[in-house]
């Protein structure tokens, strides 16, 4: 695209009182108000001092600007430009969300996580973000390194991914017509082992997720994860709130053992639905094999921890460059990957409890999506501010699944950065009348259609309609 020479720029001042950059935030704002948030963080949270005056209207103002785009306390100046004070009551500025945060003790936190599960209870009634909850509802587990840059960030530290941050806890519920939402987080020391605090998390996630499906539904609740939550503490949570367990064992020489006791004709042959590239050999693998034994999980334990299941083992082959290429092996070698799972078989066979478990992958999405959003920096130097910014994040994210659900079509999948560029970063200019607003924006916007239907579903009743 190049520069029109018939009509060139040739000035630009920021003069205008009445345009505003992210018109998608008052639909957005108004689900928000429907779904509680507001009120939810004023009934609940409890912040000594004016630092916590009117928590309802900060915690709704850091939600505000992480979805239109902040990543930093400096960003939500971006709340308070133009027409902003004329859309909204009470745009906060920047230094005063910061010392809001800055006030809060962990019990202050956890007050947030009861606001975030209840908000997304309210998401849940007010939208379709999570269709499908009577069926068969999934539950990933996963832990991620935020890199953080300073020495005066509390808790940062080197943990599994050799890189110096805080550590990301999260769970995330999905359905078979439904993108993962989150439904419980944590915020945790850099240097901290990956189930450190999972056994609290998965009770949380469990009991949110109960108290959101329906009285009559039967489908499983599964919970997924990856081996470094296989563990009697967490998968014995899991089993206690009456869940399925769907996670990665590590390969000790009990897990070894069941497997050399698989007979060869027992493995059946599946196709990946997509290559899979194998880094240590450097080749494509398209093709692989499972089967599954009985196997108790932590037998040398009491017999009150001890868990009775399946072991599910996929193998491929094995297609590293042997020692000596000119020799022939007698016998096709396997590479193994095994995992752990209570799942009842008439629902899950060998073969979908195998695919079922690999699609756990899904919440590295989210990982990625925060990341690439309000978690691309966490912004305070103190670890409890940024355990309540990763909470307002998680709220932002869900909210902006939940909008995106309204709008329909493809973007009630898509990611945040998606959803932000199409229904949010909408630029408007309001114009007054009968002491009514209007937003007049721009003509020919390639999403309208999406932005109205999220409008309209979220507008108040007209005087007399109600």
């Known amino acids: 695209m190049r520069l029109s020479h018939t009509r060139p720029v040739g000035a630009a001042s920021f003069d205008e009182p009445n345009l505003v950059s992210a018109a998608g935030l008052v639909p957005v704002m108004r689900l928000a108000a429907d779904a509680g948030l507001d009120a939810l963080a004023g009934d609940l949270l409890s912040v000594p001092t004016d630092k916590g005056s009117n928590a309802g209207g900060k915690v ?28 909204f009551d009470r745009p906060y500025a920047p230094s005063t969300l910061g010392s809001f945060l800055r006030a809060f003790t962990f019990g202050h936190v956890r007050q947030l996580d009861a606001v975030a599960s209840r908000f997304l209870g309210g998401l849940v009634r007010h939208s379709q973000v999570l269709p499908g909850l009577g069926g068969t509802v999934l539950i990933d587990v996963d832990d991620s390194i935020v890199e953080v840059h300073g020495h005066a960030k509390q808790g940062a530290g080197f943990g599994y991914s050799g890189v110096r941050g805080l550590n990301m806890l999260l769970a995330t519920v999905s359905t078979a017509h439904a993108a993962p939402v989150i439904v419980a987080q944590r915020l945790r020391k850099g240097s901290c082992a990956s189930p450190r605090g999972a056994r609290r998390l ?42 399925r367990v769907s996670v990665t064992v590590r390969m000790d020489p009990k897990v070894k053992a069941a497997i050399a006791s698989i007979a060869e004709q027992a493995w059946t042959a599946i196709e990946y639905t997509d290559a899979v590239y194998d880094e240590q050999s450097g080749r494509w693998i398209s093709r692989a094999e499972v089967a599954e034994v009985p196997f108790t999980a932590f037998s040398t334990r ?17 297609l590293n460059r042997p020692a000596n290429p000119d020799q022939a092996t007698l016998f096709q070698m396997w590479r193994f990957h095994a995992f752990f799972t209570t799942s009842d078989p008439a629902d899950l066979d060998t073969v979908a409890a195998d695919k079922t478990h690999r699609a756990h992958a899904i919440i590295e999405q989210i990982n990625a999506d925060l990341k690439n959003a309000a978690v691309a920096h966490l912004p305070s130097g103190k670890f409890t501010a940024n355990g309540a910014w990763l909470v307002c994040a998680v709220m932002a994210f869900n909210l902006t699944r939940a909008a995106g659900a309204i709008a329909g079509g493809r973007l009630a999948r898509a990611t945040t950065a998606t959803i932000r560029r199409t229904l949010i ?35 108040p009743p007209r005087p007399g309609t109600a």
Do not use: N
Request: charged share 20%.
């Open 60 to 87: 709704s103002a850091l939600v505000a600007g992480m979805i239109a785009g902040a990543d930093s306390i400096d960003d939500l100046a971006l709340l308070r430009h133009g027409a902003m004070a004329r859309l």
């Open 202 to 243: 998965v009770a949380d996630a469990l009991a949110t997720v109960r108290s959101l499906r329906p009285a009559e539904a039967t489908g499983q609740v599964l919970l997924r994860a990856d081996s470094a939550f296989y563990g009697s503490p967490t998968i014995g949570a899991a089993v206690r709130a009456g869940a």
């Open 302 to 318: 009491k017999p009150a921890e001890q868990v009775a299941g399946r072991l599910v083992v996929r193998r491929i082959p094995d």
């Open 425 to 459: 970063a909408v630029p408007a200019r309001a114009a007054s009348s009968a002491r009514r607003l209007t937003l007049h924006l721009p003509r020919h916007w390639p999403w309208q259609h999406a932005w109205t239907t999220l409008f309209l579903a979220c507008a």
